[in-house]
């Protein structure tokens, strides 16, 4: 199954602040979106704190990051590096250790030799497009899910193909007025979506959203 888990989206639609760098890798007031995420037991283990909070946005971030054999994301979710790779040193935000330990393909048009890095995680950069980073990711998961991490690009591509199977959205109570918008002209409906289930956390709405077989 090709699952998005735990995107979180504002009530305006952006899934993402404008202008990221380096100094704001989820956009400006990017933060406001995942601050349901932060205070969980899932967010700080994945980080390798201990304790966090364990309740309905707990359990349902964890069940996010179960069974998982291989992630896909955006090369701006690697980073917020731009154009041709200047040399080999941005190895992602998150350290030696990524909190991935699977194998991860980043959709790039420009093309970078595989990165292993520690605990499992090995980088593989896929320039020919989302169906290819698709077979390579179903071959490294097996009989496991893959995760489509992001960004906001990378999720609107495989919906208008009607590739995901499920999408859940972490809708936060706060207006972002800019960004990258989720959903914008895209008609989900036509494409056979639906509403399946909406659980209130403490700090965000939990929406999923299926294909119709
Ligand atoms: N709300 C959440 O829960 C959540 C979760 C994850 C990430 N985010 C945020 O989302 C933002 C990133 O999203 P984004 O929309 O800016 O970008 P993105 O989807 O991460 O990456 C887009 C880039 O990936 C490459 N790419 C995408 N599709 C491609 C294709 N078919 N073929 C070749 N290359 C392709 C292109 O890079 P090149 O042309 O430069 O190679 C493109 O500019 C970040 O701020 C991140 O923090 C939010």
């Not at 990221?20 to 037991?41: I, Y």
């Not at 590096?81 to 048009?109: C, I, N, Q």
């Not at 906001?152 to 959205?169: K, P, S």
């Not at 914008?184 to 036509?190: F, P, V």
């Amino acid at each position: 199954m090709l699952r998005v888990s735990s995107f979180a989206i504002s009530i305006d639609g952006y899934a993402a602040g404008p202008n990221q760098d380096l100094d704001n890798p989820l956009g400006v007031r990017g933060p406001e979106l995942m601050e349901w995420f932060f205070s969980t037991r899932a967010w700080r283990k994945m980080h390798g704190l201990s304790e966090g909070e364990t309740g309905v946005d707990n359990s349902i971030a964890e069940a996010g990051l179960a069974g998982i054999g291989a992630w896909i994301l955006g090369r701006n979710m690697f980073g917020p590096v731009r154009g041709p790779w200047p040399d080999e040193s941005w190895k992602g935000w998150w350290g030696e250790e990524p909190p991935y330990h699977v194998p991860v393909f980043v959709l790039t048009h420009h093309a970078r030799a595989p990165i292993p890095m520690k605990g499992g995680t090995t980088f593989n950069f896929v320039t020919g497009g989302i169906h290819e980073a698709l077979e390579r990711a179903r071959a490294a998961a097996g009989a496991k899910d893959i995760r489509l991490g992001g960004g906001v690009a990378t999720i609107r591509q495989y919906l208008r193909e009607g590739l995901i199977d499920e999408l859940h959205l972490a809708m936060r109570p706060v207006l972002l007025g800019a960004g990258e918008h989720l959903l914008h002209d895209i008609d989900l409906r036509a494409l056979g979506y639906e509403c399946t289930k909406s659980v209130p956390g403490e700090r965000a709405t939990h929406v999923y959203l299926r294909r119709r077989p």
